[in-house]
């Protein structure tokens, strides 16, 4: 293996053996504790502490055979609010240092990822030359591998708005652990959180010595005063001795803060102002925005007292689980695993088969997850209470108070519903009409249709006409205002009526015509009339024959037909009778153009099958040749007049009725 540079390959390979015995603790050097960055700020880091070495996927460098890694490195992580291409310039602080790096999309993934899954991959420069590196508008790849063959500059990557980055910066260089910075300009996302910061809520701990603050949005851990000073409340008796954030102790933000009191606060209502701290701030987002000073939130602190049964989060369709929420968090080691603190009142009886806590690192929980031996299929009324458990307590929240036995919440249960539907057809000649129809079970309240035309309707009952026949597709979503379901049907609209019939296209004299129908749809009748003052009502009517005219006449051959709905539809077709099927050449012919035998051609080739058709002047060249029965020589080459005399002509057929071949030759006078 061998990483970015040749000349570098004994000293890498020296120094990674000690960075990868190297774990990196410190915060921002992983990439679960990357620093929150604004894309407002410039980040200055003044050294980067030797560590890392784990290897990192880059997509399009595999066969390179450097080896890509965290060395030293330091990760950022920022969310974009407006799509656009991002920039971005890293600047060493010494300018002969070697500063790589990589971005990832880790969107619904861990963080972690980043070292194993090669999808998360977004754009990165690992070029060996020293200096500024970053991203162009003018780059030409997102990819820049190892080596001085590639530039310092990648092309500007497209952020998703919505989507979570990481930004890993690895320092090639080994010599020293001289720092960079790190802005963000040139691009078009957005990458700053335009939330403006507030306090969001407070509530007093138990006894009132301490108040938990909830905050709208992540602020900066290093914003915070330990001394309390960031806050005042609006009490004599108590004075704020200290503040705390838990998210401090391992990230660089927080949304939450527990404020430490010298005195409990007595019951009643009281309010929490925000102010300048000893720090000179109050708090600060990743942006530098501070929450507005003299900004308040009232709470209130209540007399310690047992947690009540609060509320019962509305159960879903055939529920398996009912969620309880609780004021106060819950004190995860009071909730019995076997579900043995909550039994449930109702008809049909339901058994409860576990129960469990979203526990905190306080081993705290708000939220209760009763989980039901099986789900509740029926509308129902029900109960769930509170019993001593197995474990010998019903629940104890935060402030170890525990709740009464028989404390109740009731909820109610909808039926599981059926979206099966039934229809009627009504058929017509031009339309049919589909009624569909719902039986409304279960309480159901809300019906929509779609078909496969993208019309929608709504109802319990629906109506639909279609003027085109064939398969139709009926889909149902029915619902009770809980429970949901959906069926689909496959209609066949089969009574489609089109008439049709073969005919030839000419008839010789003598010749016996059949006609065959070709008509589709479920037929009852068939009324055929031939022009020859023959009719028959038979789908395969007799052969029909033809008196032989003395010019070529045509002749209206008409078929009706009548379906199971009593519904008609008529084809007529043109049949030519011509007065000759004798195939001839004539002895002379005349291209003057007063349309009397202007043309040369085999005469009456109705029943010549591969024909080939050759005139020769008498020098032996060819002046025509066709294939096709109706292209006729005018007596001239290239549209210029041929002379007068004698032409020979060759003739080549097969006849369609005798299969027999034919190969003829003769002459032709050509007269001006």
């Known amino acids: 293996m061998r990483w970015k540079t040749i000349p570098l390959i004994f000293i890498c390979t020296t120094f990674l053996s000690s960075v990868y015995a190297q774990i990196c603790t410190n915060l921002g050097q992983n990439p679960g504790t990357a620093f929150p960055v604004c894309g407002t700020s410039t980040f200055t880091q003044q050294t980067v502490p030797a560590c890392g070495g784990r290897s990192i996927p880059v997509p399009g460098c595999e066969n390179d055979n450097a080896a890509y890694g965290d060395l030293n490195p330091f990760w950022y992580k920022f969310t974009c609010f407006t799509a656009g291409t991002l920039g971005l310039t890293i600047t060493p602080l010494t300018a002969s240092d070697d500063y790589d790096w990589q971005l990832f999309d880790i969107t619904g993934h861990d963080a972690a990822d ?55 910066v690895s320092h090639f260089t080994i010599t020293n652990q001289s720092g960079y910075k790190l802005s963000f300009e040139g691009g078009t996302a957005n990458i700053t959180d335009p939330k403006v910061p507030h306090l969001q809520d407070a509530r007093a701990y138990c006894d009132g010595t301490n108040i938990i603050v909830k905050l709208n949005k992540k602020m900066r851990c290093n914003t915070l ?135 905190n690192d306080n081993d705290m929980s708000s939220v209760i997850h009763v989980q039901l031996a099986a789900p509740i299929l029926h509308n129902g009324t029900y109960t769930i209470a509170l019993n001593k458990g197995s474990d010998g307590n019903t629940i104890i929240d935060e402030c170890g108070e525990e709740t009464p036995e028989g404390a109740a ?41 779609a078909f496969e035309d993208n019309t929608s309707g709504t109802g319990q009952h629906f109506q639909k006409t279609y003027s085109v ?70 789908k395969s009517p007799p052969a029909q024959s033809y008196s032989a005219p003395l010019t070529d006449q045509e002749y209206n051959i008409r078929l009706v037909v009548t379906n199971n709905h009593g519904c008609m539809d008529t084809a007529v077709k043109k049949v030519k009778l011509v007065s000759s099927c004798y195939i001839d050449i004539p002895s002379a012919f005349t291209p003057n153009g007063d349309n009397l035998n202007d043309y040369l051609y085999p005469l009456n080739a109705y029943k010549a099958s591969n024909l080939i058709f050759r005139v020769y002047n008498l020098y032996g060249q060819k002046v025509f040749e066709t294939t096709d029965r109706l292209k006729k020589w005018d007596g001239t080459i290239n549209g210029k007049m041929q002379g007068s005399g004698t032409y020979v002509w060759t003739l080549q057929y097969i006849h369609t009725d005798t299969g027999r071949v034919f190969h003829l030759k003769g002459t032709t006078t050509l007269i001006r």
């Open 469 to 538: 026949f064939g398969q139709k597709t009926a889909t149902l979503i029915a619902s009770n205002g809980v429970c949901h379901d959906t069926a689909s049907a496959d209609i066949i609209l089969d009574n489609e009526l089109k008439a049709d019939f073969e005919a030839p296209e000419f008839i010789c004299p003598r010749d016996s015509t059949i006609y065959e129908d070709a008509s589709t749809g479920n037929i009852l009748r068939w009324d055929w009339s031939f022009g020859n003052g023959t009719n028959s009502i038979l």
């Open 409 to 449: 919440l009731h909820f109610i249960t909808k039926d599981t519903i059926s979206a099966a539907f039934n229809y009627s057809i009504l058929y017509g000649c031009n339309t049919d009409t589909i009624i569909f129809s719902h039986n409304g079970a279960n309480q159901a309240n809300l019906w929509k249709w």
């Open 225 to 359: 005063a330990a001394d309390g000073s960031d806050f005042s409340v609006s009490y004599g008796g108590a004075t704020i001795t200290g503040a705390v954030a838990t998210a401090c102790l391992t990230g660089f933000d927080m949304d939450s803060v527990t404020i430490t009191l010298n005195n409990p606060l007595p019951a009643g209502d009281y309010s929490l102002t925000i102010k300048k701290g000893s720090d000179d701030n109050t708090l600060l987002d990743n942006c530098d925005r501070g929450i507005e000073e003299g900004e308040n939130i009232p709470f209130s602190v209540l007399p310690v007292q047992p947690t009540p049964m609060d509320s019962l989060t509305t159960p879903g369709c055939a529920p398996n689980f009912l969620q309880l929420v609780f004021k106060k968090p819950i004190r995860c080691n009071s909730i019995a695993a076997d579900g043995s603190d909550f039994m449930i009142n109702g008809s049909p009886a339901i058994a409860i088969a576990s129960a469990s806590g979203q526990c």
């Open 114 to 168: 980043v070292y194993t899954d090669r999808s998360l991959y977004v754009g990165s420069n690992w070029s060996a030359h020293p200096g500024a590196t970053g991203t162009a508008t003018n780059a030409g790849s997102f990819t820049n591998c190892a080596g001085f063959d590639y530039p310092n500059t990648s092309k500007m990557p497209a952020l998703l708005e919505g989507h979570q980055y990481l930004l890993l």
